[in-house]
């Protein structure tokens, strides 16, 4: 069996991608609030703070900060990954099960990056906020309705036209307010 290194900092804040199995489904948007109920329920069990985070059709980006002394985010994303799943099944969405019995809904990693310092973190943020435009699925960041986006420009870290065309694909930014 083969064992994936992963980073593992206690406390640390770590950028994540976590991906549908079948890249053309729009489960995740399709299903956000029972999304958001599974986040909030994992999030209560085992704490951990969501800095930024946006939710695409068949994948999704956020960036976390867990408690000191713990560095166990792979648990969490399993908890997610299998309560979402759940969810779905008892929502009454067919699943379909592989030959091992297992839905086949996620791809079984996800990819992750600790995030190095302020500058590392920033850029991370940005990508989050405007990779709904970079997708094509829509012309402007505050146009997605799924993005933390919304939480940073009701708290004055970003303007409410970051990331339009005009302004430049990052656009100015302020991500952490003074």
Known sequence: MVHYRRIRLEGGTC???VTLADRRARVLTDHVDLLRSVLRRVQTARPFAIVAMVVLPDHLHAIWTLPAGDADYSGRWR???AGFTRD???SGLPLVRNDKGEYDLWQRRFWEHTVRDEADLAAHVEYIHFNPVKHGLVER???WPWSSFHQYVRRGCLAGDWGC?????AGP?????E
């Open 173 to 177: 930014s302020r991500l952490t307010p």
């Open 165 to 169: 065309i005009s302004s430049g694909p």
């Open 88 to 90: 779905l099944v008892t």
């Open 15 to 17: 950028f994540f991608t």
């Open 79 to 81: 908890a997610i990954k």
């Open 141 to 143: 960041v505050k146009d």
